[in-house]
């Protein structure tokens, strides 16, 4: 590295031996790791954080709230109704039921 002032290379120092002007170390380069998937802000953290539950955060709870109880009600109807069609398939008996088109 060399010394902005007279150019003397000062390589690890921090004042130039020549002129005795500080040595500013080259800016680093910044780097985001975080250019991927960023996780969205969970309600108890926005409360947490900022103490404050603004209308957004009231509505999206309300809305994961009422996705979970859809979710719930339509797994209990679908087990329901495919127990349902098992039963009535166990139940059926073909050989009561005749479809016959000749007469006896």
Excluded: E, H
């Excluded at 991927?36 to 957004?56: E, F, L, M």
Aim: proline share 5%; hydrophobic share 40%; aromatic share 12%.
């Amino acid at each position: 590295m060399n010394c902005q002032n007279c150019g003397a290379n000062v390589d690890g120092k921090a004042f130039c031996p020549q002129c005795g002007a500080q040595v500013q170390a080259p800016a680093q380069p910044s780097y985001n790791y975080n250019t991927g998937y960023n996780q969205p802000v969970k309600a108890n953290n926005y409360i947490a954080t900022y103490g404050d539950i603004s209308t957004q955060v009231r509505i999206g709870r309300r809305l994961a709230i009422a996705g979970l109880v859809v979710s719930i009600i339509m797994t209990i109807f679908w087990i329901l109704w495919i127990i349902l069609i098992v039963v009535a398939i166990g139940n059926a008996n073909p050989g009561t039921v005749r479809y016959s088109y000749y007469r006896y």
